[in-house]
C-alpha cells in the first residue's frame, strides 16, 4: 500500500500564560476550544487544542503552557509561521478590520504565493497568517463553530500552509519529498529582499490545507524557542495500521524518532529532520469527542484514561482556568 499524508493535522506552539491564551484564540479569533487537558510529558501545566465546532483533523492549533517562558527569539531551523484559512477574499478585509479594533500588530493584505494573505502576531508574538480559501482547491476546510464571536461567513476555516525557515533547505526538501512524499508544487519571492525564493511543497489532495512553505536564510541566526515560539508540526495519518507502516518507513531511513505514542486522542510518531524541526505524524481519530459530549467539549479538564487516577493531584497543582465563559 503506497503511503501518503493527507495534509496538516495540528500545530502546537508555546505559551506563557493559559488565560490570556484562551481569551484571545477564543474571543478575537474565534476558534472553540475543543480540549483542555494537560501536557501528558508534563502534567504539571495545560495543553489546550483550538479548531473549529468538532475539533477535524486539519483545523486544530495547540498550545502547550510553560509558565515565565522566555520570549522566542525568531531564527533559522524553525517553524517561522503558520496559517489559517479563511473562506474568501473578503474575508480578510473583516479580518483587518477585526485585527485594528482588537489592537492586534498587522501587516496588511498582501499577495502570497498567488493567494491573499494578512499577517499579524498575537499577544505573545506568535507570528500567524490568514490565507484566502477563494481560489483554493485541494483538501476540505472545517466548519467554524457556530457560537463564535466571529459570523461563520469570516469564520477560520483551519489551517493553511505552515512555514519552516532553515539555514540550508536542501536536506529539509529532500525530507519532505523522499521521505514523507510531499510534492514540489512551485515558488515565490521571498518577502525578505536579496534571499531565495520560498519553496512550495504539497502533500495528499494538496491546496493550502496540505502545505509547507520553505525559506532558506543564510543571514539569520538558530530560532531560540520560547512563548509565542511553535514547538513541532504534526501530518495527518489515515488510521493506526498506516501509522505503523510510516513507523517501519522513518526508521529505515534511520533519523530519530519516538516510535508508536499513544496520545488517547489520536496515536502518534514524533521525529526531527535534519535542521532539527520536529515533526509528527497524528491520526485522524478517534477524535476530541471520544471523552467529552461534542456540545460541551474543551468546558472542563479532560484526562486520557491512563491519567485519570491521577486527577486529584494533577488538578491540585494546576492554575484554575474557567473555559466556561466561550459559551
Do not use: C
Not at 461563520?152 to 512555514?163: N, Q, S, T, W
Not at 488517547?264 to 515533526?279: A, C, H, K, M, V
Request: aromatic share 8%.
Amino acid at each position: 500500500m503506497s503511503l501518503t499524508l493527507k495534509g496538516l493535522h495540528h500545530v502546537s506552539s508555546l505559551t506563557a500564560k493559559a488565560p490570556e491564551n484562551f481569551k484571545f484564540y477564543t474571543g478575537v479569533l474565534g476558534l472553540r476550544l475543543i480540549k483542555k487537558t494537560v501536557n501528558q510529558d508534563d502534567v504539571s501545566v495545560y495543553h489546550l487544542f483550538y479548531g473549529d465546532e468538532a475539533g477535524n483533523p486539519g483545523t486544530e492549533v495547540t498550545f502547550f503552557e510553560i509558565p515565565n517562558a522566555g520570549r522566542n527569539r525568531d531564527g533559522n531551523n524553525s517553524i517561522s509561521a503558520l496559517s489559517l484559512r479563511v473562506p474568501d477574499d473578503n474575508a480578510l478585509e473583516y479580518w483587518e478590520k477585526r485585527l485594528t479594533e482588537f489592537q492586534v500588530e498587522h501587516d496588511g493584505i498582501t499577495d502570497r504565493g498567488g493567494r491573499k494573505t494578512l499577517a499579524f502576531r498575537d499577544h505573545e508574538g506568535q507570528r500567524l497568517i490568514l490565507v484566502s480559501d477563494e481560489h483554493n482547491q485541494g483538501v476540505a476546510g472545517g466548519k467554524p463553530w457556530d457560537k463564535s464571536p466571529v459570523p461563520g461567513a469570516y469564520g477560520i476555516l483551519g489551517l493553511g500552509p505552515v512555514h519552516l525557515t532553515v539555514g540550508n533547505a536542501a536536506p529539509t526538501g529532500q525530507v519532505l519529498v523522499e521521505l514523507l512524499g510531499f510534492r514540489r508544487k512551485g515558488s515565490y519571492p521571498s518577502p525578505a529582499a536579496g534571499q531565495p525564493d520560498v519553496i512550495v511543497f504539497e502533500t495528499g489532495e494538496g491546496g493550502s490545507g496540505s502545505e509547507i512553505h520553505l525559506e532558506e536564510r543564510k543571514d539569520l541566526p538558530q530560532e531560540r524557542l520560547g512563548r509565542g515560539g511553535v514547538h513541532h508540526a504534526a501530518f495527518r495519518v489515515d488510521n493506526e495500521e498506516e501509522l505503523k507502516q510510516w513507523i517501519e518507513r522513518i526508521g529505515s531511513y534511520q533519523l530519530p524518532n519516538s516510535g508508536f505514542v499513544d496520545r488517547f486522542y489520536f496515536r502518534s510518531l514524533y521525529f526531527r529532520e535534519p535542521n532539527g524541526i520536529l515533526f509528527e505524524l497524528a491520526t485522524d481519530g478517534p477524535g476530541f469527542a471520544t471523552d467529552e459530549p461534542i456540545g460541551h467539549l474543551g468546558e472542563s479538564l479532560a484526562l486520557p484514561p491512563f491519567l485519570e487516577e491521577k486527577r486529584a493531584q494533577i488538578e491540585a497543582h494546576l492554575k484554575p482556568l474557567d473555559t466556561r465563559q466561550q459559551v
